[in-house]
């Protein structure tokens, strides 16, 4: 093992973050599931500091560190749907759009060029707005601080920014298609 090998350890130590945590939202060990989304959240901060300071990035944590991210969303997501925490449309709005873009993202890479993934500013605050999501619920349904009245903004904003996202990826990558 080399050192420039540590971001993608995290990134897979996030990773195996994903069962436990879905396990304690499921199981409603709402305190536990916060320190293991801390935990993860932490850890993709530290591995993305590390690949960028040091130079240490690589191909693989470029493919894996967006796919920890979304398992532990899509995860944390479908257990908070389970136990009726989340509304199911805004579960299969999340769904559909990481499906629409991963379905996208492929066809592209096979049938046109080689994809380098680029997220856009809208889809970076649509990530931010779900983190937060989830964070609230956790908070809230634990009984720790939050502010009364969050979770149905966010809510609503997660939905917008996810439909906002995913119509802007689908017109991106649809034109630069074309241009290819």
């Known amino acids: 093992m080399r050192a420039r090998d540590i971001p993608n350890l995290i990134t897979v130590g996030r990773i195996l973050l994903v069962a436990p945590t879905t396990w304690a939202l499921l199981e409603q060990h709402y305190r536990l599931a916060l320190v293991l989304f801390l935990v993860a959240g932490i850890s993709d901060g530290v591995d993305g500091f590390l690949a960028k300071h040091y130079n ?31 509304p199911l449309w805004l579960f299969v709005l999340v769904i559909l759009r990481d ?47 939050v502010q009364p009245g969050w979770t149905g903004p966010l809510v609503y904003a997660v939905a917008v920014t996810t439909v906002w996202s995913g119509i802007d990826y689908v017109v991106i990558w649809s034109r630069r298609a074309r241009h290819a």
Not at 57 to 85: F, I, Q
């Open 56 to 86: 240490w990035s690589s191909r693989l944590g470029a493919l894996l560190d967006p796919v920890a991210d979304k398992a532990l969303l899509v995860c944390s997501y479908a257990a908070l749907t389970w136990t009726g925490l989340l």
């Open 99 to 145: 499906t629409v873009i991963v379905g996208g993202a492929m066809v592209y890479h096979f049938r046109v060029a080689r994809l380098e993934a680029e997220p856009t500013l809208i889809s970076k605050l649509n990530t931010v707005l779900q983190i937060a999501l989830v964070l609230v619920v956790i908070l809230e349904t634990a009984s720790l601080w």
